[in-house]
DNA sequence: TTGAAAGCGCTAACAT
DNA sequence: ATGTTAGCGCTTTCAA
């Protein structure tokens, strides 16, 4: 390989260039630099002759608008904040992408900030992009420190609490109740006739959505007299192998477990991999239940039961609200958007 | 449940309150708006009881500074816009996390913008984001449009290309050799002895690190006289099913296949609990290989040959060298970094 | 240590 | 259909 072949590009450049202005796009076309302006927002009535000179011009020079100055001066952001607490949980993922699908038909783009599920690290995120103004803002969860509140409250902004219902939006909400989700599996749990129930799970405090899910799960477990007889908690991220240990964990400790209801599908694939590694009947022996519906569980040898829960669709709402708010100023705030989990029985639940 | 109790917050705001401004706070703790801005920022000297008196205002009110403003008038822009291929794929989530982690030390944040590998959807999120003019840009790959490259060379902004170092960079890059990847895993498997090789991936033109590491690997066969016997394609998302259907074909087409080579680990782990489930001898009937490394392989049943591609140091060494840059106008540009990928033989790769 | 004036690059509002 | 003027809310620069 010749050296010549590998010089970088910006070898060309001597001085790193002064960004171009509407005025040297003005000046080089002999239009004004409000004539210009129209013509790249399409915005006002121009000349075909005039428009098209200057979108020569523009291109020719390589124009890129200043949308920092653009936005101070019309007082508008298209921006849409998104926070979410991480991006490895794949949840999340499918959620932005509901988000963008909806959003890349407007003139509105989202922006994304991550909270690693801490609170203090929501207000800080919240309050770096608020100071970006932009056009609404779309979170995850209800729970949020009381400065976080404050300052949505105050923001005026179309604000989309996203994934949970069970609780006070600041504003908008769209999700599901993880409640509920739980007390409908408990209920097909004990259809099936399980009675002695394991719970795998993160820990709670750090994780709402789950927690409340238990809470449903035993609240509908204690009416029909069943009590969860052991938990397994794990930190940190989800993963085949944590499903695998804390399965191994749980077994060893409560023998008599004849279901096992886990928080997510990636540990509840993990311990169901375990079991039929051990040669455990499933469902005879040991029942298996989880929570997401990823498509993850699509190719495994048998088909885990879990639920369901609508992310994209979620996303998809949450950015429709926000658009609807944006083209018109009358649209309703205070929205509330349930949507309904559904349960994939699987091959794991039902006694045959 | 009462209905008092669930009145949204919003309610209680009646006209969408102006956002406050410095001068707000200059009026309300009678300091010029100069003095509360370098205290808001942490520069120059302000004595301590103007400091605090500022401080406690701005808290007061409830104020957030306007960042649009604020970049206009110092021409500085926080933001490091990222821009990938896609969220599904947990290869970029991943690289997201290694830059987060680097840039949550520094007073940068990221942006991301996806692509869906449109190159021509890549140029406008290009243009969208440097019209923000961000402190620096990491995008994913060699393979921009010629538009694309022009902006990124013309903007005078640090940049940075990952995951990719087979080309020429615009300015510098941070990644891996695919055809290198591909040339070594070819080598290993011939090691093995392996002679019939079947080859799984996506669609070349969506996927040009899936091409070269096609490139490099059908490169090193042929140094051996060995040529791919088969191959099979997919579009779309990954998942298990699609690797067990995909394997499934190949195999049906071309029996005599001993060993299977599949552009991601996702595929791949499909592929092998299929063949598990069709009880094929693994790896001494058929031998098996992916890419990346994703620990989703790390609960399998019996674990897959793979090549770790080290995509969060990726994401961090990228965010380092955008750092360096901003705090050092000196620090170079056109820095070029090659991570080694190392292979993980795992159970499918060598024959006992 | 503090303040006053000017202006960042664009667009709203008002001419013409 | 096009141009002119006056800011948007901050920070830079200079003065006190």
Known sequence: MSDDKVVPLTKDIKTPPRPLTLRD????????EMTVSRVLRNRGDVSDATREKVL??????GYVPNKIAGALASNRVNLVAVIIPSLSNMVFPEVLTGISDVLDASPLQSVVGVTNYK????????FEMLSWRPSGIILAGLEH???SRAMLAASGIPVVEIMDTDGNPVDSV???????????????????????IGFLGTKMPMDHRARKRFEGFTEALAKKGVEVVDQEFYDGGSSLSKGREM???ILERSPELDFLYYS????????MLHLMDQGVDIPGQVGLAAFNGTDLLDGLPIKLATMEAGR????????EIILARNEDETAPAGQRVELTPQIEIGDTLKRP
């Open 25 to 32: 796009v003005s000046e080089a076309s002999g239009v004004s």
């Open 56 to 61: 020569k011009t523009a291109k020719q020079l």
């Open 119 to 126: 609170p203090e690290k929501e207000e800080t995120v919240l």
């Open 145 to 147: 420190t009381e400065a």
């Open 174 to 196: 769209v999700g599901i109740s993880h409640r509920r989700a739980g007390r409908e599996m408990a209920r097909q749990i004990l259809r099936y006739g399980y009675e002695q």
């Open 247 to 249: 399965t191994d964990r």
């Open 264 to 271: 997510n599908d990636m540990i509840g694939a993990g311990g």
């Open 312 to 319: 994209y669709e979620i996303g998809r709402r949450a950015a």
